[in-house]
């Protein structure tokens, strides 16, 4: 099939963007066409999101134009770019909890007539809602729903502001196999109307599925262009600029149990068990994998291993002693790390500086507190160390972690929780929003971690990442661990198998 070449919707012109001591964008020129599925591609911190809020209108650019089907204009504020038709879905979403899907969506919308619209809005949300197969309740409130429910809201309110540019900033780190199927297929039919969608991702595969065609950025410049049909080694070669080695796993003998559970019971949010009799045993040196669909009982499990939820059944010991009852702090004292899947909310304190969320954890200790006097050299110096090792780009240690691109948020994490070689590491979606490189850098440190001795309880939803690190992998359905198997003796058919629940006999 070929496509007339047509003029562009957008076009961005020698885009210029400096925040203090980084330049973001550094003079970037991209042609947005109708009827195309734009990627971005590009390491963490490249510059992408940057971009993105620019032509958004969240930020004013410092030099360069922007064209509206041949008409240059300034964009002040995101209602003007709403109004150029730019609709822009963030890595964090912008709702309000209390009110409803259709509220949400209508808010900032011709509030004059708030009210009286309301009801309509509702059927008209509906409708598209039905048009798109992005399935919400319209009544229902945002607080109700999943993570993947709210991105269909912010979907649908672009879409009901007429958008004709579509932007998602990572839109699948968050989403399940299954919803990121169902946000394809909503993409595809909002190209096919002649509209423009610019999808950034760090997975690969994703990227190859749905694109038409790619750019790459590299820091805040555009380094080259290709067509989806390129292969993923080449597609990373252009983001990095050289070849990304696969971390080679090595296999240990397993050493000592260092952590066990019998027959956890351990309650979800919403009240009824999400964890179900789970028995594991991880031991030093181990990688222990647990795959399964996002929603099975794996963010309860790690939970309540962290101490952030109480089991109401069962028993949890740690080298060898009770721990059911010691609070968080207790047990990262005794050796238990644990990087969440919520980096902003239970991970790091967006509105602290790097230095201050570097030493969250042990801020009350020395080093880094002796008596009432607080060491800020002690807790520069850590932040340093973590940085250097870690590769956080941030302009210095004083940037607050939200101004932090949302890989180096990660690195930053994983820095501190690794830094001072743990005895049990728990790590859920530790590569998520991380770019190929990076993630491959995680990958080598599970590995190289293991190999120095602690033992590691690795969730993640990519099974390659999975079967690259582990040493065994377990299932979770449901709540309950449905198969443990060595990776050696397990195929992907398998582990999938057991991830539907369908459990082969
Ligand atoms: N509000 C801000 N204040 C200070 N620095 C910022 C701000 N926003 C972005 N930066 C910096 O600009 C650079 C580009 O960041 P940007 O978020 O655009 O990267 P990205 O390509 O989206 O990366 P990622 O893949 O990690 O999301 C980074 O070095 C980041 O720290
Ligand atoms: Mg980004």
Do not use: C
């Not at 709403?82 to 209390?98: A, E, P, T």
């Not at 499990?301 to 059911?324: H, V």
């Not at 800020?376 to 240690?397: G, Q």
């Amino acid at each position: 099939m070929s496509r007339t070449v047509s003029d562009p919707l957008v076009r961005l012109q020698g885009i210029v963007k400096t925040f203090p001591g980084v330049v973001a964008n550094a003079g970037i020129d991209l042609a947005i066409f109708p009827g195309e599925v734009l990627a971005l591609l590009g390491e963490n911190g490249a510059g992408k999101s940057t971009l993105m809020s620019i032509l958004a209108g969240l930020y004013r650019p410092d030099e360069g134009t922007i064209l509206f089907g041949g008409e240059r204009v300034e964009l002040r504020s995101p209602r003007d770019a709403i109004h150029r038709g730019v609709g822009m879905v963030h890595q964090h979403f912008r709702l309000v909890d209390s009110l409803t899907v259709a509220e949400n969506i209508l808010l900032g919308w011709r509030e004059p007539r708030f009210l009286l619209d309301l009801r309509s809005s509702a059927a008209h949300v509906r409708r598209l809602a039905d048009q798109y197969g992005l399935e919400v309740d319209p009544a229902a409130r945002i607080w109700q729903l999943s993570v993947g429910e709210r991105q269909r809201v912010e979907i649908l309110k672009m879409l009901y502001r007429n958008a004709r540019v579509l932007i998602l900033d990572e839109p699948t780190a968050i989403l399940t196999p299954q919803e990121v199927e169902q946000l394809f297929r909503a993409v595809r039919r909002i190209r096919n109307e002649e509209r423009a969608v610019l999808f950034i991702s760090h997975k690969l595969d994703e990227v190859r599925a749905i694109a038409d065609r790619i750019v790459v950025l590299r820091a805040g410049r555009v380094v080259g262009q290709s067509s989806p049909q390129a292969s993923p080694r080449d597609l990373a070669q252009m983001m990095v600029g050289h070849d990304i080695p696969v971390a080679p796993k090595r296999h240990l003998p397993p050493g000592a149990p260092v952590l066990e559970a019998r027959g956890l019971d351990v309650h979800g949010d919403r009240g009824p068990l999400a964890v179900r009799g789970v028995s594991l045993q991880l031991r030093r040196g181990e990688i222990l994998g647990i795959a399964g669909v996002a929603g099975n009982g794996q963010r309860e499990l790690l939970e309540a291993i962290a101490g952030l939820r109480f089991p109401a059944g069962g028993s949890l010991s740690f080298n060898a002693t009770d721990i059911a009852s010691l609070t968080v702090r207790d047990r990262w004292v005794r050796g238990l790390a644990y990087i969440p899947e919520d980096r902003l909310g239970q991970g790091l304190v967006g509105a602290f500086t790097v230095t201050e969320n570097a030493v969250l954890r042990d801020y009350d200790r020395p080093p880094i507190s002796r008596g009432a006097i607080f060491n800020w050299t002690a807790a520069r110096e850590k932040a340093e160390t973590i940085v250097n090792a870690f590769h956080v780009h941030s302009a210095s240690l004083q940037v607050s972690v939200r101004h932090l691109s949302g890989g180096n948020q990660q690195r930053l994490l994983f820095g501190r929780e690794v830094l001072t070689a743990p005895v049990v590491l728990l790590a859920m979606h530790p590569t998520r929003g991380l770019d190929v490189e990076a993630t491959t850098t995680v990958h080598r440190l599970l590995i190289d971690l293991s190999a120095a001795g602690t033992a590691i309880l690795l969730v993640s939803e990519s099974l390659d990442e999975l079967l690259a690190v582990s040493d065994r992998i377990a299932v979770m359905h449901r709540g309950r661990i449905v198969g443990v198997h060595p990776t050696t003796e397990v195929s992907r058919a398998e582990i999938g198998l057991l991830m539907t629940g369908s459990a082969p006999s």
